[in-house]
């Protein structure tokens, strides 16, 4: 099973990619430019030449969508849409995860607030551009901060929240996301939950802030998930 992350060369995609990578999972890093996703994957494997990222390659954007079996996407709210318009054509009965957080510094405002979207949330905006494609959209990775993904080895003291219509596509990805150490997936329900879960985004970077971290994060707790 290939993983391919879209729009993979800044810090959210690559730390994912790495990660997973690690774990022994084909991972493909897109970039709107090849030469970008190639330059990216060759400095990752030199600054973590202890680790055996030869699963991890770099291709343009398109190709990504088209080799993948799995996407991800992890591009600022600005880019989301041309992005997936862009790769709509591969996404065709496929699981695809989106990262994407409607914060105000899209317009130049704080990253701690929060945008409203018409369609409710960034997951449901990429449903409704795939819509017809039978691609099953996935809300994740929403609440995983860049430096817990880019603090390797340390496991991720964090629960990855996620949410989707399609069950089985679910459990899909939460066994993709539970192979990075530390992390627990938790299935919040339909993808309308995904208005929920992207405003905690704000919410920690605002704590993280305050608090003068970079590692504030979220458990979930004295429910039996099994």
């Known amino acids: 099973m290939i993983v391919s992350i879209i729009g993979g060369t800044g810090p959210q995609g690559l730390g994912i990619g790495e990660r997973l990578a690690i774990e022994g999972v084909d991972v493909i890093i897109g970039s709107r430019k090849e030469e970008k996703a190639l330059e990216v994957v060759e400095q990752a494997k030199k600054d973590l030449e202890d680790y055996d990222l030869s699963t991890m390659c770099g291709m343009a954007n398109e190709d990504a969508a088209r080799e993948g079996d799995i996407l991800i996407i992890t591009v600022p709210l600005a880019a989301q849409k041309p992005t997936v318009e862009g790769i709509k054509e591969f996404c065709k009965d ?3 995860m989106d ?45 995983i ?82």
């Open 94 to 96: 496929k699981i695809v």
């Open 99 to 143: 990262a994407t957080v409607p914060l105000e510094t899209a317009i130049g405002g704080k990253p701690f607030r929060f945008i409203d979207l018409m369609e409710g949330s960034a997951a449901e905006r990429t449903a409704s551009i795939l819509e017809g494609t039978g691609a099953k959209v996935i809300c994740a990775f929403c609440n």
């Open 145 to 226: 901060s860049n430096s817990h993904l880019a603090n390797i080895p340390a496991e991720i003291d964090c629960d990855c929240l996620i949410a989707g219509d399609d069950k089985k596509s679910k459990e899909v990805a939460a066994e993709i996301i539970d192979k990075i150490p530390g992390i627990k997936t938790i299935d919040c329900g339909i993808l309308e939950k995904a208005r929920i879960i992207e405003k905690i985004t704000p919410l920690l970077i605002g704590l993280n802030i305050k608090y003068k971290s970079h590692y504030g994060g979220l458990r979930i707790t004295g429910i039996n998930f099994d």
